[in-house]
């Protein structure tokens, strides 16, 4: 009586709704997002990709230590493939870094490369216009040096609500910079100059010369470079400035001159970088956590250069300029006129820090897949074959329970199929052969559970309970077991993982994946589905559900039982006597 009781509980149209509203919202993302694409994202060896070769530069023109190769070639395999899964190559190739990113995304792909040196260095003088040249006199109202309003008198750019802490205005809102529109930087490399090679010894000689005017202390000295400075001219001196001495930069658009003084602090300090919707206007922002040291030093500047201007230079160009209003304790924002690619791509330059190399990239070439659509097909195939046998096998053997074995593989399918395509836009998640293999090992998984259910289920109608009454009894003892081999495979996958890179963490991402949606089908509608069948006259008939032989026995085994009993009770009443 307890367990018919206990199934009286059971409500299996609950579980079977809570997985109906989970397709619902998968496949509403599915469609109502991502621009119409239904197809999830390929790797390299099933679409092709694109290929970027990366030349290190030093300062001396000789070859680049290996270890600081090593350590570019980690930061770069982050900044492209940071949980692992998008299906990118990062290779060394001599003094080059060679980039291979699936399908088309070259532009991408060149902007790895960016040493992303982040400095916050006060502005000293400017902004002057790009084209101003020496000789020419400031207007009335300038400064006497840069022709243009000192910069503590320069307000920032003017926006229709500043934020607290920096611009002219103060909201009640979390303390951010307000910096000046910005362009997004063409993909052009940056040659030696002269179009000198990048390994040219005299490309050395430039960044020395360079340095001992762009970056030399002498008034004089700093006011011939901001006058003279072509912006529009390749920068040898680009990731190599001290961070020491001041600097003549330009900013990132190329359309204005600043004389900044020396970093007061590196972005090395920045604890995380994450892209966000600007909340005061269109465009996207880059929110900015420093690390405790970091925010000290943050909190401190601002307090004691109220009314100056500060300048974030990345790669010795100036990415934006904001006005000190008050103290900033909190988080800092760059914004400007960022687009989301252009505000993902920095943020996660940031995140994952500076090179300690700097790169100049090469054209970006196409490359054909290297195992092509012909392998994968060869790989579904194997996948059809395998599910034909476990269906035919189901259905010889479980009949009505094997056609639930399909039915919720067709739906583990179906949940797998959405989660493909929405992990391919959130981040980046490329399928390749090692991920459609860790999917066809899947299947072995779930069958696994099912068969764990059902043969339990045959034990507890052996021991003479009906089909309605085993079901209850049998998922409590089954779903240990399942609970307990997911829990194994799990582990493993991600063990794998963790140790893993390259393809073999594709494999181990997909077989993690299927576990979890394993127990999803499984609970949700698997053992709903049994409960139901178990509770229809004609449906849960032994013949139909394939159950009859344990039927039997357990059909004997109920009729025995009444008279053991009897003998008993008839063997204590003459023993008794």
Known sequence: MATSSGQQHVRPWRY??????????????????????????????????????????????????????????????????????????????????????????????????????????????????????????????????????????????????????????????????????????????????????????????????????????????????????????????????????????????????????????????????????????????????????????????????????????????????????EPIYGNTQISGQFSQERAQDLARTLRYGSLPLSFDSGNAQTVSATLGLASLEAGLIAGAVGLALVFAYCLFYYRLLGILTILSLALSGLVVYAVLILLGRWIGFTLDLAGVAGFIIAIGITADSFVIFFERLKDEMREGRTFRSAVPRSWERARRTILTADAVSFLAAAVLYILAVGEVRGFAFTLGMSTVLDLVVVFLVTFPLVVLISRSRSLGRPGLSGLAAVDRIGSRHRREKPAVGRRAATTGKGAGA
């Open 16 to 325: 079977l709704t809570a997985f109906a509203g989970i397709v619902v919202v998968l496949y509403a993302l599915v469609f109502l997002t991502g621009g119409g694409n239904l197809t999830p994202k390929l790797g390299i060896d099933l679409q092709g990709g694109t290929r970027v070769t990366l030349t290190a530069r030093t300062t001396d023109g000789q070859p680049p230590p290996r270890d600081q190769l090593i350590q570019a070639q980690d930061i770069i395999e982050q900044r492209v493939n940071g949980l692992g899964v998008s299906g990118a190559e990062v290779q060394l190739d001599g003094s080059n870094i060679v980039i291979t990113v699936p399908g088309d995304a070259g532009e991408q792909a060149r902007s790895l490369g960016q040493t992303a040196q982040l400095r916050f260095r006060e502005v000293l003088q400017g902004p002057v216009p790009a084209n101003q040249a020496a000789g020419q006199q400031p207007a009335p109202g300038q400064d006497a040096q840069s022709g243009q309003a000192p910069a503590s008198q320069a307000p920032a750019s003017p926006a229709p609500a500043q934020p607290q802490g920096m611009g002219e205005q103060s909201r009640s809102v979390a303390p951010v910079a307000q910096v000046s529109p910005l362009q997004d930087p063409p993909p052009t490399p940056a040659p030696g100059p002269g179009g000198l090679a990048p390994d040219d010894p005299r490309v050395a000689a430039e960044v020395t010369k360079l340095r001992e005017t762009r970056q030399s202390t002498d008034q004089a000295t700093q006011l011939q470079a901001l006058l003279t400075l072509d912006c529009n001219a390749p920068d040898p001196l680009q990731g190599y400035d001290d961070p020491t001495k001041p600097l003549v930069a330009c900013s990132e658009d190329k359309q204005t001159k600043y004389l900044l003084g020396p970093s007061f602090l590196e972005g090395t300090e920045i604890a995380s970088a994450q892209a966000a919707q600007d909340r005061r206007g269109a465009g996207y922002v880059v929110d900015l956590t420093f690390k405790p040291d970091g925010t000290e030093v943050w909190a401190a500047y601002t307090t004691e250069n109220r009314g100056k201007a500060v300048g974030f230079t990345l790669d010795t160009e100036v990415a934006s300029v904001a006005t000190i209003n």
